[in-house]
């Protein structure tokens, strides 16, 4: 028997070069063994036999490469050996991989579609908890993966939550985030995770409370939400009361006499969903109407990358809006503008002009975060006219129900949107713009540009300007 010893579990570079030493040496599978770690090892067990000076050189096809990388994931043990005799056949049965009734193949995609909904779930059922360490805020979620899906799914956390820092911590190793960085380390324990945190509570308040009734399918619920992982989700302890309970409550439901609908807004989401338009004169009363109203906003295809729509934030009746060009990343998590770094550069820039954050309302022209991926980040990228122009309508409703007496637009996307034309920001700003509902425009840059000059005379000099731009402004209040 020819042994193979691999570093570890899903060491599939290992295990590409051992069995490519093994097929090109003409070890038959019933010869050929894989084992992690040098403990593995019998007494009678060889290590591979070099390849004949004559060996013929073989190439296999992308489709069982990648299926391999994800069968390798799978907890079975013979996994290995299913990987070796495909790829034993394949010298003699080139098209093999289209084969899907053959059983070595059958099998195959079985396990890699385990490890595919493996990692699905990991996606879905990983709770972090807040704890506090020597630098600050932290998130620490312990989670027990059906297959070994830790370092490929890790990536989807980082692109998910890269402001955060967190760790994820498993039986078969750990991954860490710190804000910059991707490390993986070694197999934890379930202690060595937080048992609980202050989130938990109101956690469970929001699941109890969408929890409906009317509408539970149990085994339904437990092919999406498997046993296997109720012990770590702060949730499923509700399950069983909430299933007990749910036949009284049904009832209950029935028994209740139906609320008073918002007949406007159900007939406007009903008109967004059916042909894109706000005709018939639809307007928002309230701004807490129109968020609800974005939410379901179909005008421009930016909503189906997006989070959410994040609408403007302030005093119903502020004198002073400022708008920016659209939701960041984390704007976009967080369903509010301007917290991150720009928001922070307007913020300071806003304490130094003397005009107090919590008296101004602060949005966008365009409500939906557009942006492409770049390795893992997700990279701002500047919306096109016809996007701002689509979303106008949202912002001139903003204004409406608002009615500011100035408005301060951060960039040129933030200008089109309030003035309906493009500008020469540098060559317009800071003077007032009458505008047809009487407000005046103050045009200047978004802060975001500050935080992109890499000289530091320069970002000083181009700051001193943005906060005189604001002080114009507050003047003309």
Same mark, same amino acid.
């Given at each position: 028997?020819?042994?193979?010893? %691999?570093?570890?579990?899903?060491?599939?570079?290992?295990?590409?070069?051992?069995?490519?030493?093994?097929?090109?040496?003409?070890?038959?599978?019933?010869?050929?063994?894989?084992?992690?770690?040098?403990? *593995?090892? *019998?007494?009678?067990?060889?290590?591979?036999?070099?390849?004949?000076?004559?060996?013929?050189?073989?190439?296999?096809?992308?489709?069982?490469?990648?299926?391999?990388?994800?069968?390798?994931?799978?907890?079975?043990?013979?996994?290995?050996?299913?990987?070796?005799?495909?790829?034993?056949?394949?010298?003699?049965? $080139?098209?093999?991989?289209?084969?899907?009734?053959?059983?070595?193949?059958?099998?195959?995609?079985?396990?890699?579609?385990?490890?595919? =909904?493996?990692?699905?779930?990991?996606?879905?059922?990983?709770?972090?908890?807040?704890? #506090?360490?020597?630098?600050?805020?932290?998130?620490?979620?312990?989670?027990?993966?059906?297959?070994?899906?830790?370092?490929?799914?890790?990536?989807?956390?980082?692109?998910?939550?890269?402001?955060?820092?967190?760790?994820?911590?498993?039986?078969?190793?750990?991954?860490?985030?710190?804000? +910059? #960085?991707? /490390?993986?380390?070694?197999?934890?324990?379930?202690?060595?995770?937080?048992?609980?945190?202050?989130?938990?509570?109101?956690?469970?308040?929001?699941?109890?409370?969408?929890?409906?009734? /009317?509408?539970?399918?149990?085994?339904?619920?437990?092919?999406?939400?498997?046993?296997?992982?109720?012990?770590? &989700?702060?949730?499923?302890?509700?399950?069983?009361?909430?299933?007990?309970?749910?036949?009284?409550?049904?009832? !209950?439901?029935?028994?209740?006499? /139906?609320?008073?609908?918002?007949?406007?807004?159900?007939?406007?989401?009903?008109?967004?969903?059916?042909?894109?338009?706000?005709?018939?004169?639809?307007?928002?009363?309230?701004?807490?109407? %129109?968020?609800?109203?974005?939410?379901?906003?179909?005008?421009?295809?930016?909503?189906?990358?997006?989070?959410?729509?994040?609408?403007?934030?302030?005093?119903?009746?502020?004198?002073?809006?400022?708008?920016?060009?659209?939701? *960041?990343?984390?704007?976009?998590?967080?369903?509010?503008?301007?917290?991150?770094?720009?928001?922070?550069?307007?913020? +300071?820039? %806003?304490?130094?002009?003397?005009?107090?954050?919590?008296?101004?309302?602060?949005?966008?022209?365009?409500?939906?975060?557009?942006? #492409?991926?770049?390795?893992?980040?997700?990279?701002?990228?500047?919306?096109?006219?016809?996007?701002?122009?689509?979303?106008?309508?949202? @912002?001139?409703?903003?204004?409406?129900?608002?009615? $500011?007496?100035?408005?301060?637009?951060?960039?040129?996307?933030?200008?089109?949107?309030?003035?309906?034309?493009?500008?020469?920001?540098?060559?317009? =700003?800071?003077?007032?713009?009458? @505008?047809?509902?009487? /407000?005046?425009?103050?045009?200047?840059?978004?802060?975001?540009? &500050? %935080?992109?000059?890499?000289? +530091?005379?320069?970002?000083?000099?181009?700051?001193?300007?943005?906060? !005189?731009? @604001?002080?114009?402004?507050? +003047?003309? @209040?």
């Amino acid at each position: 028997m020819h042994v193979a010893v %691999l570093d570890a579990e899903i060491d599939f570079a290992g295990w590409r070069r051992a069995a490519r030493a093994f097929r090109r040496a003409g070890v038959a599978p019933e010869q050929a063994a894989f084992r992690v770690g040098a403990a *593995g090892e *019998g007494l009678f067990d060889e290590r591979p036999p070099p390849s004949a000076p004559d060996a013929v050189r073989f190439s296999v096809p992308k489709a069982f490469v990648d299926l391999a990388e994800e069968v390798i994931l799978h907890r079975s043990e013979d996994r290995f050996d299913l990987l070796y005799r495909l790829l034993w056949r394949l010298g003699a049965e $080139p098209d093999l991989m289209k084969i899907v009734t053959d059983i070595d193949v059958a099998e195959a995609l079985e396990r890699a579609r385990n490890v595919s =909904r493996a990692s699905h779930k990991m996606k879905a059922f990983v709770r972090f908890r807040q704890v #506090e360490d020597g630098t600050g805020e932290r998130w620490v979620a312990w989670f027990e993966p059906a297959h070994r899906v830790l370092e490929k799914t890790a990536p989807f956390f980082i692109r998910r939550f890269a402001a955060m820092r967190w760790a994820i911590l498993t039986p078969d190793g750990s991954a860490t985030w710190d804000g +910059a #960085e991707l /490390a993986f380390g070694p197999p934890a324990s379930r202690e060595m995770a937080p048992s609980e945190d202050p989130v938990e509570e109101f956690w469970k308040t929001y699941y109890a409370s969408t929890f409906n009734p /009317a509408r539970l399918k149990t085994k339904s619920m437990q092919g999406e939400m498997p046993r296997r992982y109720w012990k770590n &989700l702060p949730e499923a302890a509700l399950i069983p009361e909430l299933v007990a309970r749910s036949t009284v409550r049904t009832e !209950a439901m029935v028994a209740a006499p /139906a609320p008073e609908p918002n007949a406007r807004l159900a007939k406007t989401l009903s008109r967004i969903n059916r042909d894109h338009s706000f005709g018939d004169g639809f307007v928002p009363s309230t701004l807490d109407e %129109l968020g609800q109203a974005v939410q379901a906003c179909r005008r421009c295809p930016l909503w189906r990358d997006a989070t959410q729509g994040v609408c403007g934030e302030g005093p119903k009746k502020a004198k002073l809006m400022i708008v920016g060009e659209q939701p *960041g990343d984390q704007e976009d998590l967080a369903g509010h503008p301007f917290v991150g770094p720009a928001g922070r550069v307007l913020d +300071a820039a %806003l304490d130094e002009a003397g005009v107090d954050r919590d008296d101004v309302f602060v949005t966008n022209a365009v409500k939906h975060f557009k942006h #492409e991926p770049r390795g893992k980040r997700r990279i701002h990228k500047t919306p096109a006219v016809s996007e701002v122009s689509a979303c106008r309508w949202w @912002l001139d409703a903003e204004r409406r129900l608002v009615k $500011p007496n100035v408005i301060v637009t951060l960039g040129g996307t933030a200008a089109l949107g309030v003035l309906g034309r493009k500008v020469a920001v540098t060559r317009e =700003r800071g003077r007032g713009i009458d @505008l047809p509902d009487g /407000a005046r425009a103050v045009l200047t840059v978004h802060p975001s540009y &500050l %935080l992109r000059i890499p000289e +530091a005379a320069a970002k000083a000099a181009e700051r001193d300007r943005f906060v !005189a731009d @604001l002080k114009r402004a507050k +003047a003309l @209040l």
